[in-house]
């Protein structure tokens, strides 16, 4: 993450343009590094690219399951 936010923090503000981007100052990288490792607790990130990617696939599933196509509802949310 910080690796992550170093390299591409200053790209990051383009998107905020509506919104007032906070510095990306070297206490907010701590902060925001810091929040990421303890949710991450210790687990390598393959372990949480799987888990992401299984929560995905369930998502998707679930998605099929309860839209509206599949109750023959096409073209309604």
Do not use: N
């Amino acid at each position: 993450m910080r690796h992550m936010l170093e390299q591409f923090g200053p790209a990051l503000k383009l998107p905020w343009t509506k919104l007032e981007a906070p510095e990306l100052t070297d206490e907010l990288i701590d902060k925001v590094v810091e929040g990421c490792e303890f949710q991450a607790a210790g687990r390598p990130v393959s372990e949480l690219d799987r888990r992401r990617d299984a929560f995905l696939v369930e998502l998707l599933d679930l998605t099929q399951k309860y839209w509206p196509e599949a109750e023959g509802l096409e073209g309604r949310i």
